[in-house]
């Protein structure tokens, strides 16, 4: 088995948003073009983008027949803002090839998402789990909350054979210790497979549960905060600049090989600022700053695709809009905005 992995560029970004623009809205009174994704899909051409408006009732997800850039609003709620749920299966289909889905959120485990295309980008969405069909190349999942606690057995992400896969700075999180549940991170079958600056918590290695667990495949983990559960071993090794952290006297079971991981009882408590709470920034004087690859932090936050707090998309947001009521014939109205992006 080869060291090193090759991935291609990954070109797909939303300076790719072109085409016609269509806007997906669920709310009453309707203002956008489409009230529901399926009727937005099936008007939409190879290319377009769907705008999906923020809303407090869920849109129901489609299967993918087309190119189509998917855009909503956010995936977490912070302070007064507004995102767009979705839940159900989301489906990329074969014809789907070089689509886009970006900034959704879901609740209580309601999206499975299911890719059997290739140069797929899924971007910060919450889901409960995903699987990589055969021979999809060039798939990234980024910036994503996978999760789901209910305390039954499951894959949180499969790759299946003959893809190609780039998984970082997402958020991967099974059952709680000792639940009930055997969770199983990411599960990799005869692929080629970047695992990084994720992290990734799953079932004790007691309980059968794994963070990675591969076979046949060209893998590489780097930069990642592991939480419980095993890990393959096979040579080369495929661990680097990881950390293993234990909680309630269960422990991550880091390989020993590679370089520069960091093992034994790491305290969560001095790795996270608020772990259990969901609060993934680290901690002052934690471990993880500065000691991933290239001296970058390890987890979500470092990294070339740092994890973004509420999943905006990559579009400029209004934060700051000032109307005056009234103007003058000579000053006209002096309207100030101001715009940032969420890059």
Not at 118 to 134: C, D, Y
Not at 313 to 327: H, K, M, Q, S
Request: hydrophobic content about 35%; glycine content about 10%.
């Amino acid at each position: 088995m080869k060291k090193s992995i090759i991935f291609l560029m990954w070109l797909i970004t939303f300076s790719q948003v072109h085409a016609t623009i269509i806007t997906v809205d669920n709310n009453y009174p309707r203002i956008g073009n489409f009230p529901n994704l399926q009727e937005a899909h099936d008007a939409a051409s190879s290319g377009d983008t769907l705008l999906v408006f923020p809303s407090s009732a869920h849109y129901q997800a489609i299967t993918l027949e087309k190119k189509l850039f998917i855009i909503g609003a956010g995936s977490e709620l912070i302070g007064n803002t507004k995102i767009t749920f979705l839940t159900g299966s989301l489906v990329f289909g074969p014809d789907s090839d070089g689509s886009v889905v970006s900034s959704f959120s879901s609740a209580y485990g309601s999206l499975v998402v299911d890719i059997n295309a290739s140069n797929i980008v899924l971007k910060r969405v919450h889901l409960k789990n995903l699987i990589v069909h055969e021979n999809s190349c060039n798939v990234l999942i980024t910036g994503c909350n996978v999760s789901y606690f209910q305390g039954i057995q499951m894959k949180l992400i499969e790759i299946l054979p003959g893809s190609n896969v780039l998984i970082t700075n997402n958020i991967i999180r099974g059952t709680y210790p000792n639940s009930g549940g055997i969770y199983q991170g990411i599960v990799i079958s005869n692929s080629n497979v970047l695992v990084k600056n994720n992290i990734i918590q799953t079932t004790t290695s007691s309980w059968g549960g794994y963070c990675i667990q591969y076979s046949n495949s060209n893998v590489m983990v780097a930069n990642n905060i592991l939480l419980h559960g095993n890990m393959t071993i096979e040579e080369p090794c495929a661990y680097n600049n990881n950390i293993g952290i234990g909680i309630n006297n269960s422990y991550t079971n880091l390989p020993s090989c590679g370089t520069s991981n960091i093992t034994g009882n790491n305290s969560i408590d001095d790795i996270f600022i608020d772990y259990e709470n969901g609060n993934y920034h680290l901690k002052e004087g934690s471990c993880a700053i500065g000691n991933g690859e290239g001296g970058t932090d390890i987890g979500i936050y470092g990294g070339e695709m740092p994890y973004l707090d509420g999943g905006y998309p990559e579009l400029p947001t209004i934060y700051f809009l000032d109307v005056p009521l009234t103007g003058s014939q000579q000053g006209g109205l002096p309207i100030t905005i101001k715009a940032k992006t969420n890059n």
